[in-house]
């Protein structure tokens, strides 16, 4: 039996992860900062598909809390096969609407956590010969966007750099590029979504299955579905000015829902 850890694992696309991967028989280990709804997720994955789920607590906004992760997937005795780096959230404002303090918080989240706890699991994999990564970005990492979209932008960057730099060791990685999914992310941040379209909304546990077959075949970066697939050719031909008009008002409506 293998086991894939999985960070933000309790609400929205870490959710939809570890529901897929444990009903393929995966151990898991699942790490986020609410203890009890991870006590809540553990028992009913463990009941429902009969593997094992442990439990981390940690804030990855913290030295502490990225430590934690990162010694559970250095522990050779307990080998992490599959890591999937998706704790995430969005700021509430736009530039210097932000604190910097919150500012500062997503690059720990998003850059640095991703960072240390890849480098972590992917030592010990290319020791063993074999395993695989894939770090959560999103569309937003190919627009300009704010921190978000440059948090979301280095993620693929570095992804893809070390996929290349590890090739041949048996360790896959891959960036995996989401559109708009239904989540917690909006409402926890703050930002209401009527003016995103109906087309736009991507369910999490078909994007997590899309997802996965890209790993499997060795892709480096997965924009699962048409529609983005589609939108992105386009993104890729747009003039940079145009793209910064459109983007910086959809899904960026900061309020009530
Ligand atoms: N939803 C979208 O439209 C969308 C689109 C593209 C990309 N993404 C990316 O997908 C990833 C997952 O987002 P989601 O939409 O599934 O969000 P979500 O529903 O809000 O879930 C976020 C998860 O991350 C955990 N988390 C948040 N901050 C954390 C921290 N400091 N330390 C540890 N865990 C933390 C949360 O649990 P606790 O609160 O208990 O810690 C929760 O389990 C993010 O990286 C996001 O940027 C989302």
Not at 135 to 140: I, L
Not at 150 to 158: E, L
Request: proline share 3%; with cysteine; hydrophobic share 45%.
């Amino acid at each position: 039996m293998t086991t894939a850890l999985i960070t933000g694992s309790t609400a929205g696309i870490g959710a939809a992860f570890a529901r897929r991967l444990a009903a393929d028989g995966h151990n898991l280990v699942l790490v986020a900062r609410n203890t009890a709804r991870l006590g809540e997720q553990a028992t009913e994955l463990h009941d429902r598909h009969g593997i094992e789920a442990e439990v981390l607590t940690a804030d990855l906004a913290t030295d502490k809390g990225i430590d934690t992760v990162a010694a559970r997937l250095a522990d050779r005795k307990n080998p992490v096969d599959l890591l999937v780096n998706n704790a995430g959230f969005g700021n509430k404002g736009r530039y210097l609407d932000v604190s910097m303090a919150d500012e500062l918080k997503m690059l720990k989240v998003h850059c640095e956590a991703v960072l240390r706890l890849t480098s972590a699991a992917t030592e010990a994999m290319r020791e063993r010969g074999r395993g695989g990564v894939v770090n959560v970005a999103s569309v937003a990492a190919f627009v300009p966007r704010g921190t978000y979209g440059a948090s979301k932008a280095w993620v693929v960057q570095f992804t893809q750099g070390a996929a290349k730099d590890l090739a041949g060791t048996g360790v896959r990685l891959m960036a995996l590029a989401p559109g708009f999914v239904r989540t917690e992310f909006h409402e926890r941040a703050g930002m209401g979504t009527d003016n995103i379209p109906n087309w736009m909304w991507l369910d999490a546990d078909k994007l997590v299955a899309a997802a996965l077959a890209d790993l499997a075949r060795g892709k480096s970066l997965s924009i699962p579905d048409p529609r983005y697939k589609a939108l992105m050719g386009l993104v890729k031909i747009t003039p940079q000015a145009v793209l910064g008009g459109i983007t910086s008002k959809t899904g960026r409506k900061y309020g009530p829902q």
